[in-house]
């Protein structure tokens, strides 16, 4: 929280500047369409690269209208954007917050973000092809438990929308992969933070609150096996026998972001369910198991499949 903190300090004094000036609103704008200028902003580096772009949700009372800064969840647009570059031959990292205004891609004064505002990440370069915009908007609007969280907080906007690049592999997405990972913040304590990733040159998206939210799901989580692993033309899963009589989806997803339908509510007459695995690939697989009755029930394992 403190990233968050000090950058919220170094949103108010750029805003509390321009307020002085005049009521304005500020125009959104991609993130890719700014990577330029931000490259600049280590003098005589000739090496330097984008390793993640980030916006901060946050609204801003100029009078006669209120500016949000973050993510917009129609466009993929933000009123500001925040750019760390990163130079491997001079091993120096840069943080520059851009908005378009007075001009396009206009840079809080040097020496205005403090030191200490970096985002979490590696210093691996964001590829030039990631999706954005529009694309990662629809990335998240075809994923179920997105929906189900919308549906449930119609007028939530995420805090906090980030891209970079995987230093090791994580869920579904092997090292090197760039994502983006958007979070949406409880309104008071006793909620539960709702997370996105997207991954960056597919679109897959997988979408979960922070912490398990019911006895049920505690259950569904610690109370589930799939075996024999690694497995070679199927996998025995087994499930809380509470959770008979409950429809159950199971899914698995490839490293590359391929998804395969194994089970489509299958009725649990039992704790076991055999499910054929002979059509995928070997390989490591990420299998998703959830009770179809209810949204927020899942769980995951990792399978290696041998053929």
């Not at 490259?39 to 946050?58: E, H, N, R, Y």
């Amino acid at each position: 929280m403190k990233l968050l903190t000090l950058l919220v300090i170094a949103i108010g004094m750029i805003f509390g500047y321009l307020e002085s000036k005049a009521q304005l609103t500020l125009p959104k704008f991609l993130p890719s369409a700014c990577t330029g200028t931000a490259k600049g902003q280590i003098p005589g580096a000739t090496d330097v690269l984008i390793t993640s772009i980030a916006s901060v949700g946050v609204n801003y009372d100029l009078g006669v209208s209120t500016v949000y800064t973050g993510i917009d969840l129609e466009t993929g647009k933000a009123a500001m954007w925040m750019y760390n570059i990163y130079s491997p031959s001079l091993d120096t990292s840069v943080t520059s917050l851009m908005i378009n205004f007075p001009l396009p891609c206009s840079s809080l004064p040097s020496g205005q973000i403090p030191d200490s505002i970096t985002i979490s990440g590696s210093n691996l370069p964001i590829p030039a092809n990631t999706i954005e915009g529009v694309e990662l908007i629809n990335a998240l609007k075809t994923n179920a438990d997105y929906q189900t969280f919308v549906y449930a907080n119609p007028d939530s906007l995420p805090l906090i929308a980030v891209i970079s690049v995987l230093p090791e592999a994580f869920l579904t997405y092997p090292a090197g992969t760039p994502y983006w990972e958007l979070l949406w913040a409880p309104a008071d304590s006793t909620g539960s933070p709702f997370f996105c990733f997207v991954h960056g040159f597919n679109g897959e998206t997988v979408c979960f609150s922070g912490v398990s939210v019911s006895v049920s799901e505690q259950l569904l989580t610690s109370g589930t096996k799939v075996y024999p692993n690694p497995a070679d033309e199927s996998v025995m899963v087994e499930l809380p026998s509470a959770l008979i009589g409950h429809s159950i989806n199971i899914e698995a997803f490839s490293p590359n972001g391929q998804r395969v339908v194994l089970s489509d509510g299958q009725l649990l007459a039992s704790p076991g369910i055999s499910i054929p695995t002979k059509h995928l690939t070997s390989g490591i697989w990420y299998v998703r198991i959830r009770d179809a009755s209810s949204t927020s029930l899942a769980t995951s394992k990792l399978v290696i499949i041998q053929h």
